[in-house]
C-alpha cells in the first residue's frame, strides 16, 4: 500500500512538471515526460485507451474495461497536469495580458524552444540530408502557420462583438483592465468583446443586466439583458475540438510544445482565458457556463487526440526514431 502511494505521489509530482511545460508556449511537455523518464510509459498508458477498451467500457464492462487500461498512472499524471494549469493559469494570464511582462514572457519561451531543439538534437544518431530536409520542413511549416490566417478562429466570425464602456464596477479590477490587450485606455472601454461572454461578466458583477454596451458592428447602445438570453455559444465548438487535438498531439511529441501550437493557431489566449474564468467564477460562487462549454470543447479533442495519436508517435518512435 505504501508503494502505492509512493509512486502515486512520484507521478503527480512528474503531472505537476510536465503541466507547467505545457502551459508555457516554447517548452515541451513531452520533453519534460522524456527528462524525468515516465514517457515510455505515458505512450503505453495512453495506447491502452484502444478499440478493444472503449467497446468494453460501451458494452458497460467497466470491471474489464479497468484492467484493460492503464488509469492508474494516467489518473495519476492527470491529476498532476490539471492542478498545475489551475494554479499556473491566472500567473500566465496576468504575464500576457501586461504591455512590459508580455515581452520579457516572449523572450523566455524564444529561449526554451532554443534548448528543447538543442535536446532533441542531442537524441540523434546520425545527421544526414534526410534529417537536415525535416528540420528545414518543420521550421517552414511552422512559419507558414504563424502568420494571422488562423488567428481569426480565435474570435469566431459569428459571434456579435461589443465594446464595454468602463464602469464603476470595473475599478477593483483597474489595474488587471488597464494591462488587457482589448482594453481601450483613451475611451475607456473593453473593445471586441464576444457575446458569450457578456454573462460572465454580468455574473461577476462587473456588468448588470441594465448596462448598455456598444454593439461592434453597428455602433448601437444595446441592453445587456436583451443579449444575455440571446448569446449563441455551441455546445460544442468544434474548432476548439481540433485545437484540443492538435495541441495534445503535439504534448506527445518531446521537442514541440501544444501550447506553442495553440498560439500559431490564435487559440491559447482563448483558451488559457477561459480556464482562468471558469476556476474565478467557481471560487467566487457561479458557474461560468460559457467557459465551460470551451473548456470541455478542449478536453473532448484531447481525449480524441491522446487515444488516436499516441499510437501513431509509438509507431514513429520505434520505426523512424530521428
Not at 458494452?59 to 484492467?67: D, R, V, W
Not at 525535416?134 to 474570435?155: N, Q, R, W
Not at 489566449?269 to 471560487?283: E, F, T
Request: charged share 15%.
Amino acid at each position: 500500500m505504501r508503494e502505492k502511494v509512493v509512486r502515486f505521489a512520484k507521478l503527480f509530482g512528474a503531472g505537476l512538471l510536465v503541466g507547467a511545460a505545457d502551459i508555457v508556449p516554447g517548452i515541451s511537455g513531452g520533453t519534460v515526460a522524456f527528462i524525468i523518464g515516465i514517457y515510455e510509459e505515458l505512450l503505453q498508458a495512453l495506447a491502452s485507451f484502444n478499440a478493444k477498451a472503449f467497446s468494453l467500457l460501451l458494452s458497460f464492462q467497466l470491471k474489464a474495461f479497468f484492467n484493460a487500461v492503464r488509469w492508474q498512472f494516467l489518473l495519476a499524471v492527470i491529476l498532476g497536469v490539471s492542478s498545475s494549469f489551475v494554479v499556473l493559469a491566472s500567473c500566465f494570464t496576468y504575464l500576457l495580458n501586461h504591455e512590459l511582462y508580455r515581452t520579457y514572457l516572449y523572450a523566455m519561451f524564444m529561449g526554451l524552444v532554443i534548448g528543447s531543439t538543442i535536446f532533441c538534437i542531442k537524441q540523434l544518431s546520425e545527421y544526414t540530408y534526410a534529417i537536415f530536409f525535416s528540420f528545414i520542413l518543420g521550421a517552414g511549416i511552422a512559419f507558414f502557420l504563424s502568420g494571422s490566417t488562423l488567428s481569426s478562429f480565435a474570435v469566431r466570425k459569428s459571434e456579435p462583438l461589443f465594446d464595454v464602456p468602463y464602469e464603476k464596477v470595473f475599478i477593483q479590477d483597474k489595474i488587471r483592465l488597464e494591462h488587457t490587450q482589448n482594453y481601450d485606455q483613451k475611451n475607456q472601454r473593453l473593445v471586441n468583446v464576444p457575446q458569450s461572454a457578456l454573462s460572465g461578466m454580468v455574473a461577476k458583477k462587473y456588468l448588470t443586466k441594465e448596462s448598455l454596451v456598444l454593439s461592434h458592428e453597428t455602433n448601437q447602445e444595446i441592453v445587456v439583458g436583451e443579449l444575455l438570453y440571446h448569446a449563441d455559444t455551441p455546445v460544442v465548438d468544434f474548432w476548439v475540438v481540433i485545437c484540443g487535438m492538435l495541441a495534445i498531439s503535439a504534448m506527445l511529441l518531446p521537442g514541440i510544445s501544444g501550447s506553442y501550437l495553440l498560439t500559431i493557431l490564435g487559440m491559447y489566449g482563448y483558451i488559457l482565458g477561459a480556464l482562468v474564468d471558469l476556476v474565478s467564477g467557481l471560487k467566487l460562487g457561479f458557474f461560468d457556463s460559457a467557459a465551460f462549454r470551451i473548456i470541455a470543447s478542449m478536453l473532448v479533442g484531447i481525449v480524441i487526440g491522446a487515444s488516436l495519436f499516441s499510437h501513431v508517435v509509438r509507431y514513429l518512435l520505434r520505426t523512424y526514431r530521428d
